[in-house]
């Protein structure tokens, strides 16, 4: 905000020259260009991102730049009828002292949802006010994700840890019945486990979501990728008996980071693990197409409801919360498949019916295929 309140007093400046011009009816000019402007005025005031308008006593509209006449902010040479922007300008001619306030512009006309402006309004001399509106809308959405975001990450954590606190108290008072012991700690072992991979997807996600996502590009082998993630899951695939078969198109390579590449697989993997049955099969495939790769991972698990495909990248969002609880899940992983494969310029999109299983694909561009020796 202090930034805006210095672009303030850089317009209120360049405005002085318009106060002789309040109280007399006028068109709303095409451009910013009048002698009552200071040199240069016009241009630089046209040019500037945020909207700026001059209204004298009657609320009408001595001048509007570029940017305010495309938010409608002028109708018919008058300030536009959005009560609070005027409730603002009232206010501030009454004080005599700058003033901000949150407006609301409807949208309607783009078919898009009201944006949110940052108002603030100063007086350049006997009841002419200049406005400026900053477009705030993306800024307060951003921390509307980052306030649910914090919320669900508390609840998340709370979970696991007040359930080691109360596995530790039996523990305490089952001290001398082994068979209670083993099974408190067992379970204790499994929320230290859960509570372990939530804070590294956590890690992962900030990462992934920071001012430099993407580190390092390199070429990245894809076979090497898919053998990486293969390894890393195997464990929990033999536990169960799920069989992990690779396929597809060999010597594919592109241009990402390997490591975001191998944990988007690997959270793949993790999740057909998860909703298969014991003894099925998981099947990772990598086809070159149209100059991008495409690297599915397909079960025939319990599959995802239709209501849910839409929803399943989303962070926290669990199709069956009581089912994640049981496996450990966090909610993240997709959500960190849906940021790597952004930041590699991709998509990931599902297929599914409940009860058939699902295929996850990665889609990145720039692959290339290199020559695979006999």
């Not at 260009?33 to 509209?61: F, Q």
């Not at 996502?213 to 390894?231: F, G, I, Q, S």
């Not at 959270?267 to 298969?276: F, G, H, I, K, P």
């Amino acid at each position: 905000m202090i930034v805006f309140a210095a672009l303030t007093g850089l317009v209120v400046g360049l405005l002085i020259g318009v106060v002789a011009a309040r109280g007399r009816r006028q068109a709303v000019p095409a451009t910013l260009t009048t002698p009552r402007l200071l040199p240069g005025a016009g241009a630089v005031l046209e040019a500037l991102p945020v909207a700026v308008l001059v209204v004298d006593v009657a609320d009408e509209v001595l001048l509007g730049n570029r940017a305010a006449r495309e938010l409608g902010l002028i109708r018919d040479g008058v300030l536009a009828a959005l009560p609070d922007l005027r409730k603002l300008v009232r206010r501030t001619r009454r004080l005599g002292r700058p003033q901000e306030l949150d407006v609301t512009v409807p949208q309607a006309r783009l078919g898009r949802a009201p944006a949110v402006f940052r108002a603030r309004v100063a007086p350049i001399g006997d009841g002419t006010m200049a406005v400026l509106l900053e477009d705030v809308t993306e800024a307060r959405r951003l921390e509307d994700v980052r306030r649910d975001f914090v919320a669900n990450v508390s609840h998340e954590l709370k979970t696991p840890v007040g359930a080691l606190s109360l596995l530790t108290e039996a523990l305490q008072d089952a001290s001398d019945d082994p068979d209670a012991v083993r099974r408190f700690a067992g379970r204790a072992q499994h929320e230290a486990t859960r509570l372990g991979r939530l804070v590294q997807e956590l890690i992962d996600l900030s990462r992934l979501q920071g001012a430099d996502p993407m580190p390092a590009a390199t070429t990245v082998e894809v076979d090497r990728v898919l053998a990486e993630a293969v390894d890393r899951t195997r464990t929990r695939a033999q536990a169960r008996s799920i069989a992990l078969t690779v396929g597809g198109d060999a010597g594919l390579t592109l241009q990402g980071n390997e490591q975001q590449l191998v944990t988007a697989l690997v959270n793949l993997l993790d999740n057909a693990v998860t909703y298969s049955a014991d003894g099925s099969t998981v099947t990772v495939e990598a086809h070159a197409d149209a100059g991008a790769v495409a690297i599915s991972v397909a079960d025939d698990g319990i599959g995802i409801a239709e209501k849910d495909l839409e929803r399943v990248f989303e962070r926290f969002y669990r199709s069956d919360p009581a089912r994640s609880r049981d496996t450990g899940g966090t909610g993240l992983g997709l959500a960190i498949v849906k940021h790597v494969a952004t930041n590699h310029g991709g998509t990931v999109q599902v297929s599914s019916v409940e009860g058939l299983g699902a295929t996850f694909t990665l889609r990145l561009p720039g692959a290339t295929r290199t020559a695979v020796s006999a």
